[in-house]
Nanobody
Framework: QVQLVESGGGLVQAGGSLRLSCTASGSITSINAMGWYRRAPGKLRELVTTITRDGITNYADSVKSRFTISRDNAKNTVFLQMNSLKPEDTAVYHC??????????????WGRGTLVTVSS
């Protein structure tokens, strides 16, 4: 059994910052790519950013230069530093990871999400 648990969401004013964390636990051999997705009210889920195990990153155009993804492989944790937040960043942010389990199977996992609300 593998779980991803996010934390760090909350209410912030426009222009403010938040830092999200997501920790994977369970029957894990290794974690490959990790990433953050978000789902705003009334919209489809969208990619925010991803990071490979070696640290190669990819960002949606809407968050480039404002958001930074990083990870701590030793702690099975991925972070999302969000600066200069805008009301349009309001969404539930979900962690995602490709994990090789102790059975040797590579599976994709999702966290339940953490709500980020940016007030104007």
């Amino acid at each position: 059994q593998v779980q991803l648990v996010e934390s760090g969401g909350g209410l912030v004013q426009a222009g403010g910052s938040l830092r999200l964390s997501c920790t994977a636990s369970g029957s894990i051999t290794s974690i490959n790519a990790m990433g953050w997705y978000r789902r705003a009210p009334g919209k489809l889920r969208e990619l925010v950013t991803t990071i490979t195990r070696d640290g190669i990153t990819n960002y949606a155009d809407s968050v480039k230069s404002r958001f930074t993804i990083s990870r701590d492989n030793a702690k099975n944790t991925v972070f999302l530093q969000m600066n200069s937040l805008k009301p349009e960043d309001t969404a539930v942010y979900h962690c995602n990871a490709d994990i090789t389990t102790m059975l040797g199977v590579i599976m994709n996992y999702w966290g339940r999400g953490t709500l980020v609300t940016v007030s104007s």
